[in-house]
Every structure is written in C-alpha cells, then in structure tokens.
C-alpha cells in the first residue's frame, strides 16, 4: 500500500540537503519550517517510545538524529515543566506534536558581567502542529508546559548542543553558564 506520509527519514534527508545548500540560518530555518509542519502532521512520525517522559517523570529528551550540522530530537515537557531564559548558540526550529506549550522570547542586553536586563519581546501560546524558529538575535526562550498534560515536540538544531558553552538567566538577569554534558536539547 502507498504511503503518502512524510517521515522522519524523509525530513533527514532534506534536512542533509538543506544544510548542504544553505549556511544562513533564516534561509536554513524558513526551509525547515514547512517540512517540520509536514513532519508533524504524520501521527505515525514519532513512535510512542519517543512521546513519554523520563525516568521519574522527569522532562523526556531523545535523540532521533545526530549530523555533523543539524540534529533532531523529542522533547517531552511534564505539567509544570519550565525551562529558564536561555541560549542556543545555533539556529534551531521546534514543532508541537501533542498539547501546548507557552515559549516567552527574551532581548538580551548585558549591563554588567554576568548580568543583563532582559526585556520580553513576545509570549507565544504554541498548539499541535505550530512552529517556532530561532535564528541568530532571536533565540533566548523560556519554555513553560502550564498545562496539565504532557507536551510533546520535536526540535531541530544546527549544533550538537552536548557540551556546547551557553547561558542561562534568572528573572533577576543574573547570568549563569549553562553546559551540559548530556545532551540539553531546549
Ligand atoms: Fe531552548
């Protein structure tokens, strides 16, 4: 029987050939976004495996995909679940599979070391099947499941974010390094 979905081995493949093609992360990101959008319509595009938290209820991360210039992971988000202000250091674009998630954009501007005045840009309220970019002096995000359900999304980026020297902010603006040798894929 034909199978007219998009899969996930179709959206690697175009992502390979995307980054190939491409090295600015708008034109690399506007491509991805109506593929992502394509991706997540497929309810057969992200086993089960990949859709339940973590050990302890803990927020669930999966790699899918590792490639020297992108990566795709899931994201399992639990009620309650927040992720504080913070950067990528690439591009990235994310897609919702199941339920909602309230992503909060920051501008960032330092004042002092180890300190900025963060200033929110937009509050974005995103249902199944939305998609949200991160490019370069748009991509400091905090992520928030405010809902009662497990949120579950698929995020591309351009880097390996294992190890990646990035940041984080309290409300406050107090700076804090944020590295982490597992794969921290939000
Ligand atoms: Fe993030």
């Given at each position: 029987?034909?199978?007219n979905?998009?899969?996930l ?13 491409e090295?600015?992360?708008h034109v ?11 991706l ?5 595009a992200?086993?089960a ?7 302890g ?5 999966y790699?899918?995909h ?7 992971t ?13 950067n ?7 897609g ?32 199944p099947g ?10 400091v995000?905090?992520m ?26 309290s ?9 982490s ?6």
């Amino acid at each position: 029987m034909a199978n007219n979905e998009y899969t996930l081995p179709d959206f690697i493949a175009d992502l390979d050939r995307i980054t190939r093609e491409e090295a600015s992360p708008h034109v690399i990101t506007e491509k991805v976004e109506p593929l992502l959008t394509r991706l997540i319509r497929n309810p057969e595009a992200l086993p089960a495996e990949y859709r339940k938290l973590g050990p302890g209820g803990k927020r669930g991360r999966y790699m899918l995909h590792r490639a020297p210039r992108f990566n795709v992971t899931s994201v399992v988000w639990a009620p309650g679940d927040t992720a504080g202000a913070h950067n990528h250091d690439t591009w990235g674009v994310i897609g919702v599979i199941e339920n909602r998630i309230e992503e909060t954009r920051y501008r960032v501007a330092p004042e002092r070391p180890e300190h900025a005045r963060l200033e929110i840009t937009r509050v974005m309220r995103h249902e199944p099947g939305a998609i949200s970019r991160l490019v370069p002096g748009d991509e400091v995000h905090r992520m928030h499941n405010r809902t009662s359900r497990d949120t579950v999304e698929i995020h591309v980026y351009g880097k390996d974010l294992a190890g990646l020297e990035r940041k984080t902010w309290s409300e406050d603006g107090a700076e804090k390094r944020l590295v982490s040798s597992k794969y921290l894929n939000c």
